[in-house]
């Protein structure tokens, strides 16, 4: 498999503190196998109940930031949405508002 492993590159986008610090943000991971591509995000984004929007931007900067960083040039094969497949994964705070009971039977459905 490593053989086929092609154009691997890496990224990452500070979110916390205003994108001075990284305790929040995401780490990114492209390559592509046989034409197929892939990229990989890690995020780890801000908690709190209340705090949906800001997760929701964090998410939008790190999918416009993503390979900037380490990328010469923005190409249409390192921007994000353009990946075949994309996994976005980690920390992500999200909070389900519903009481357990709710929660279990939309589960069920």
Not at 30 to 58: D, P, V, W, Y
Not at 75 to 102: M, Y
């Amino acid at each position: 498999l490593m053989d086929r492993i092609k154009d691997v590159q890496v990224g990452k986008v500070k979110t916390g503190m205003k994108g001075k610090m990284g305790n929040k943000g995401g780490v990114l991971a492209r390559f592509e196998i046989e034409g197929t591509s892939f990229c990989m995000i890690n995020c780890h984004l801000a908690s709190g109940q209340n705090k949906t929007k800001e997760r929701i931007e964090m998410l939008k900067e790190i999918y416009s930031k993503g390979f900037n960083s380490n990328v010469k040039t923005k190409t249409k094969e390192n921007l994000i949405e353009n990946h075949h497949t994309v996994f976005c994964f980690g920390d992500l705070n999200f909070r389900v508002n519903l009481d357990t009971d709710s929660a279990r039977r939309l589960a069920k459905e």
